[in-house]
């Protein structure tokens, strides 16, 4: 075969001499605009999967890499006057240049053509070519050609950031936070050679101009950087290779996604994307490199696979764009939460946390990083971590002891401590007649206060017969509904746990079947009205809701003041107003559902109007001593719904008027929603809202790990967790875990001792023998 890299980075060179290898008689050549050695940019990490992996394909190319490596186990984060330093991350360095040296002459040690100095307008320039590899980097004119086919969704971020070298080397990968007048500037530093390191300046489109940086040249901006970043460099100077950039030599990070093919058949040959050209990753988790490099091992692969024929290509490159999606898919949004972390730093962190805590955000940025994988890397720094977050809770522990994870840490609201982070979210059971809590409830609820959770939530309690979604829902808007509550309280006070009333209605949501039956769907008879912000229905054919007048609006607040004075006298600890899911008050909250034309409809001020007159009337009778939380659905995963700003914006409304607690959860307002499922979905949410407005927060949402729970608390992305389908699957979900992380010092119920110490050996008799195979 004929076989053209067009672009001679990472990708087109390795995929070139990994071809020739493999099949000799094939004839490669890689073109380049750049003449040989001339490269942008410094040095690039990776990780010794990559190498392994690469090791694998050529142990010649793989050994020279690897006597050029820098190894370097340390992070260490420059910090408000701070050196934290923590060790075990493993990464290796390599410059640029040396790489690319490398590979070309490992390229031309096999016989692949090498073309310098020649710049490629497109494809149709090699008509004896059967394979062309689009490999020209960010920027492809051959994907641009074809950008039909492809479908490139080029996102420019917002951050600006210049990549910089320095003649010092650091012995590890630093990371260095400066506050100027303007804002916040950060350095990436790491060291890729004996005597150079990279350093990459980001900061924000804002601060840059406010600085005056976006119109500066070159020698300005490593001017600027070198005095800002003078203590971390102590006296060294930066320098820049990038003076051929024309305009700021500030740039905006491009992600790339290719929505549509990886390939395409121009009438003679077949084109295909790979590397930088087909997706990018982001330098916050450097791995550009690593993808262009497997990406060339994966195309090799499968024409060791299918056979290095030209009939075979089509098929080929169909099995290598299937295998690789999924892998730069995994990595783009591991990529996505750590470039978003350095995006939002100065305002959303670094203003607002203490060093400790910054820096256990940010080895956490890409979520991929857990509490229990910094325990695997380093033992004393995480426990000195978790020592220094269980003080800040008011916990004294023994120099000698080991220290409790954040999840079992206390947490204090107004007048209540709850013992533990862990919370039992609200869950419909739809077992209730007439609202009235009978021994189901007692039973479900009772369990899983005996089960460890710190705070345990009743199912959505209804104010009044029309406010339910089902008949089968709870209420509380008579004193028989009362009484029996009543029960339940009082016997999760026996326990040590807290109990949680959830007061909401349930709008244009209800009247419809219990959710075994047919959920969502409208009772076969007994319907009763339905009222939501504006007239309409949930399900396209469901009953239709009539738009709220303003004696509604007096009516259902007099319900909510009842019930949440019902709840006060009952002992419920903590009050939750449920504003989410789509029910009354979120349907108010959201544009989706609020088309009003009235002062309760339109902008943000309008909408929360309604739910924050419920709020403040509900704040006024609920004691001063007991917490408020709010639930919010911070995202409508839908086209023209609310979105976390819109979320943020009410968190801060709710805070204003009183709110002690924002409950992050989404979805469901509308039927048209495509909602982006994952370990940790909605934490995001809760984090904004947490560190941007300045309120505490319940993350909630496939949260099913103390590692999970642990990870979110120490690093500040909320202050509870709310967990409701483990908690059906296991009502001692928080005691099991404990165990599990090899925890002994969480009590138990007296009544269960005798199973607590049998059940911990289990665990550690299964844990010392091993995955069982
Ligand atoms: C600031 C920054 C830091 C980074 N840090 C890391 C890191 O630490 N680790 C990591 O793994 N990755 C890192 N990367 C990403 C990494 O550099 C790229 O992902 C990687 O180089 C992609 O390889 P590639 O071969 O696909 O493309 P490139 O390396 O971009 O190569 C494309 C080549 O094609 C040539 N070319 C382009 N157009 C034409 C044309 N029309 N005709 C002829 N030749 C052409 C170019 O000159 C270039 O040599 C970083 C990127 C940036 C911007
Ligand atoms: C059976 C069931 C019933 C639910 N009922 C309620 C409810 O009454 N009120 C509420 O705010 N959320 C309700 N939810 C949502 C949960 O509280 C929680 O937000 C959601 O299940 C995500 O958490 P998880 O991933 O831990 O299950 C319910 C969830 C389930 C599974």
Same mark, same amino acid.
């Given at each position: 075969?004929?076989?053209?890299?067009?672009?001679?980075?990472?990708?087109?060179?390795?995929?070139?001499?990994?071809?020739?290898?493999?099949?000799?008689?094939?004839?490669?050549?890689?073109?380049?605009?750049?003449?040989?050695?001339?490269?942008?940019?410094?040095?690039?990490?990776?990780?010794?999967?990559?190498?392994?992996?690469?090791?694998?394909?050529?142990?010649?190319?793989?050994?020279?890499?690897?006597?050029?490596?820098?190894?370097?186990?340390?992070?260490?984060?420059?910090?408000?006057?701070?050196?934290?330093?923590?060790?075990?991350?493993?990464?290796?360095?390599?410059?640029?240049?040396?790489?690319?040296?490398?590979?070309?002459?490992?390229?031309?040690?096999?016989?692949?053509?090498?073309?310098?100095?020649?710049?490629?307008?497109?494809?149709?320039?090699?008509?004896?070519?059967?394979?062309?590899?689009?490999?020209?980097?960010?920027?492809?004119?051959? +994907?641009?050609?074809?950008?039909?086919?492809?479908?490139?969704?080029?996102?420019?971020?917002?951050?600006?950031?210049?990549?910089?070298?320095?003649?010092?080397?650091?012995?590890?990968?630093?990371?260095?936070?400066?506050?100027?007048?303007?804002?916040?500037?950060?350095?990436?530093?790491?060291?890729?050679?004996?005597?150079?390191?990279?350093?990459?300046?980001?900061?924000?489109?804002?601060?840059?101009?406010?600085?005056?940086?976006?119109?500066?040249?070159?020698?300005?901006? $490593?001017?600027?950087?070198?005095?800002?970043?003078?203590?971390?460099?102590?006296?060294?100077?930066?320098?820049?290779?990038?003076?051929? /950039?024309?305009?700021?030599?500030?740039?905006?990070?491009?992600?790339?996604?290719?929505?549509?093919?990886?390939?395409?058949?121009?009438?003679?040959?077949?084109?295909?994307?790979?590397?930088?050209?087909?997706?990018?990753?982001?330098?916050?988790?450097?791995?550009?490199?690593?993808?262009?490099?497997?990406?060339?091992?994966?195309?090799?692969?499968?024409?060791?696979?299918?056979?290095?024929?030209?009939?075979?290509?089509?098929?080929?490159?169909?099995?290598?764009?299937?295998?690789?999606?999924?892998?730069?898919?995994?990595?783009?949004?591991?990529?996505?939460?750590?470039?978003?972390?350095?995006?939002?730093?100065?305002?959303?962190?670094?203003?607002?946390?203490?060093?400790?805590?910054?820096?256990?955000?940010?080895?956490?940025?890409?979520?991929?990083?857990?509490?229990?994988?910094?325990?695997?890397?380093?033992?004393?720094?995480?426990?000195?971590?978790?020592?220094?977050?269980?003080?800040?809770?008011?916990?004294?522990?023994?120099?000698?002891?080991?220290?409790?994870?954040?999840?079992?840490?206390?947490?204090?609201?107004?007048? $209540?401590?709850?013992?533990?982070?862990?919370?039992?979210?609200?869950?419909?059971?739809?077992?209730?007649?007439?609202?009235?809590?009978?021994?189901?409830?007692?039973?479900?609820?009772?369990?899983?206060?005996?089960?460890?959770?710190?705070?345990?939530?009743?199912?959505?309690?209804?104010?009044?017969?029309?406010?339910?979604?089902?008949?089968?829902?709870?209420?509380?808007?008579?004193?028989?509904?009362?009484?029996?509550? +009543?029960?339940?309280?009082?016997?999760?006070?026996?326990?040590?746990?807290?109990?949680?009333?959830? /007061?909401?209605?349930?709008?244009?949501?209800?009247?419809?079947?219990?959710?075994?039956?047919?959920?969502?769907?409208?009772? #076969?008879?007994?319907?009763?009205?339905?009222?939501?912000?504006?007239?309409?229905?949930? /399900?396209?054919?469901?009953?239709?809701?009539? &738009?709220?007048?303003?004696?509604?609006?007096?009516?259902?607040?007099?319900?909510?003041?009842?019930?949440?004075?019902?709840?006060?006298?009952?002992?419920?600890?903590?009050?939750?107003?449920?504003?989410?899911?789509?029910?009354?008050?979120?349907?108010?909250?959201? #544009?989706?559902?609020?088309?009003?034309?009235?002062?309760?409809?339109?902008?943000?001020?309008?909408?929360?109007?309604?739910?924050?007159?419920?709020?403040?009337?509900?704040?006024?009778?609920?004691?001063?001593?007991? #917490?408020?939380?709010?639930?919010?659905?911070?995202?409508?995963?839908?086209?023209?719904?609310?979105?976390?700003?819109?979320?943020?914006?009410?968190?801060?409304?709710?805070?204003?008027?009183?709110?002690?607690?924002?409950?992050?959860?989404?979805?469901?307002?509308?039927?048209?929603? +495509?909602?982006?499922?994952?370990?940790?979905?909605?934490?995001?949410?809760?984090?904004?809202?947490?560190?941007?407005?300045?309120?505490?927060?319940?993350?909630?949402?496939?949260?099913?790990?103390?590692?999970?729970?642990?990870?979110?608390?120490?690093?500040?992305?909320?202050?509870?967790?709310?967990?409701?389908?483990?908690?059906?699957?296991?009502?001692?979900?928080?005691?099991?875990?404990?165990?599990?992380?090899?925890?002994?010092?969480?009590?138990?119920?007296?009544?269960?001792?005798?199973?607590?110490?049998?059940?911990?050996?289990?665990?550690?008799? &299964?844990?010392?023998?091993?995955?069982?195979?």
């Amino acid at each position: 075969m004929r076989i053209v890299c067009v672009g001679g980075g990472p990708a087109g060179l390795y995929f070139g001499l990994l071809m020739k290898q493999a099949h000799p008689a094939h004839e490669v050549s890689v073109i380049e605009r750049n003449r040989p050695y001339d490269t942008f940019g410094w040095g690039v990490v990776f990780s010794d999967a990559t190498m392994d992996n690469m090791r694998a394909w050529d142990v010649k190319t793989a050994c020279e890499i690897e006597t050029a490596f820098n190894h370097w186990d340390d992070i260490e984060v420059w910090f408000k006057g701070r050196r934290m330093r923590t060790t075990g991350h493993g990464f290796v360095g390599i410059g640029r240049k040396r790489l690319l040296n490398i590979l070309q002459s490992r390229c031309e040690e096999l016989g692949v053509e090498l073309v310098f100095e020649r710049e490629v307008d497109s494809d149709l320039e090699f008509p004896d070519a059967e394979l062309i590899i689009a490999c020209d980097g960010i920027n492809s004119k051959l +994907r641009n050609r074809y950008a039909a086919a492809f479908a490139p969704d080029v996102v420019p971020r917002p951050n600006r950031y210049i990549w910089l070298g320095t003649r010092k080397s650091y012995d590890a990968f630093t990371f260095d936070f400066r506050r100027t007048e303007h804002g916040w500037f950060q350095a990436h530093i790491y060291k890729f050679d004996a005597d150079t390191s990279t350093f990459i300046v980001e900061t924000t489109e804002q601060t840059l101009r406010a600085h005056g940086l976006h119109e500066a040249d070159a020698d300005t901006s $490593v001017a600027f950087c070198e005095k800002l970043f003078a203590e971390v460099l102590e006296g060294a100077p930066l320098m820049t290779n990038a003076r051929h /950039l024309r305009g700021s030599a500030w740039l905006n990070f491009q992600r790339l996604i290719c929505g549509r093919r990886w390939s395409h058949f121009n009438g003679r040959s077949h084109v295909v994307l790979m590397g930088d050209a087909a997706h990018t990753a982001h330098f916050a988790i450097g791995s550009g490199t690593k993808l262009a490099l497997e990406d060339a091992i994966e195309l090799t692969r499968q024409f060791d696979r299918f056979g290095h024929g030209a009939d075979q290509i089509p098929q080929v490159l169909a099995a290598y764009e299937e295998v690789r999606r999924v892998d730069v898919m995994r990595i783009q949004n591991a990529a996505r939460n750590a470039m978003e972390w350095f995006e939002v730093v100065g305002d959303r962190y670094a203003d607002t946390l203490e060093p400790e805590q910054f820096m256990y955000s940010l080895l956490t940025r890409s979520q991929r990083i857990s509490h229990e994988s910094l325990r695997k890397r380093d033992r004393a720094w995480l426990e000195g971590y978790e020592r220094w977050f269980a003080q800040r809770c008011g916990l004294n522990i023994d120099p000698a002891d080991r220290p409790v994870p954040p999840m079992f840490t206390p947490y204090r609201v107004r007048g $209540v401590t709850l013992a533990n982070r862990i919370i039992m979210s609200p869950m419909a059971m739809y077992s209730a007649v007439d609202g009235v809590p009978n021994d189901f409830h007692l039973v479900h609820l009772g369990s899983r206060a005996l089960g460890g959770a710190g705070l345990v939530f009743g199912e959505m309690t209804c104010v009044s017969p029309d406010a339910r979604i089902t008949p089968g829902c709870l209420g509380l808007w008579n004193d028989q509904q009362a009484a029996a509550w +009543r029960r339940i309280v009082d016997f999760i006070h026996t326990t040590a746990a807290k109990a949680g009333l959830q /007061l909401g209605h349930a709008g244009r949501k209800g009247s419809t079947r219990l959710a075994w039956e047919g959920i969502d769907q409208a009772l #076969p008879d007994g319907n009763w009205p339905l009222i939501s912000a504006s007239g309409d229905s949930y /399900l396209p054919d469901g009953a239709l809701a009539r &738009a709220m007048t303003r004696a509604d609006m007096e009516r259902v607040k007099a319900d909510f003041i009842a019930a949440t004075r019902r709840g006060a006298a009952i002992g419920f600890d903590v009050l939750e107003l449920h504003c989410a899911h789509g029910y009354l008050l979120s349907s108010f909250l959201s #544009p989706l559902t609020n088309r009003r034309t009235d002062d309760y409809g339109g902008s943000h001020e309008n909408r929360a109007r309604f739910p924050l007159e419920v709020f403040a009337a509900m704040r006024a009778v609920w004691p001063d001593d007991r #917490p408020m939380s709010v639930r919010l659905s911070c995202h409508d995963w839908t086209d023209g719904g609310n979105m976390p700003d819109d979320a943020a914006v009410f968190a801060r409304m709710f805070k204003e008027a009183g709110a002690d607690l924002v409950d992050c959860s989404s979805g469901q307002v509308s039927k048209e929603e +495509r909602p982006v499922y994952g370990r940790l979905f909605q934490t995001p949410f809760s984090d904004k809202i947490r560190n941007e407005i300045g309120i505490a927060t319940i993350a909630v949402g496939a949260i099913s790990e103390a590692d999970h729970a642990n990870s979110i608390i120490a690093a500040g992305r909320a202050d509870l967790c709310a967990l409701a389908r483990p908690h059906l699957a296991d009502p001692a979900w928080t005691l099991h875990e404990a165990a599990k992380i090899g925890v002994k010092t969480i009590p138990w119920p007296k009544q269960y001792l005798s199973g607590k110490a049998q059940y911990e050996t289990n665990l550690e008799r &299964a844990a010392a023998s091993g995955p069982q195979t």
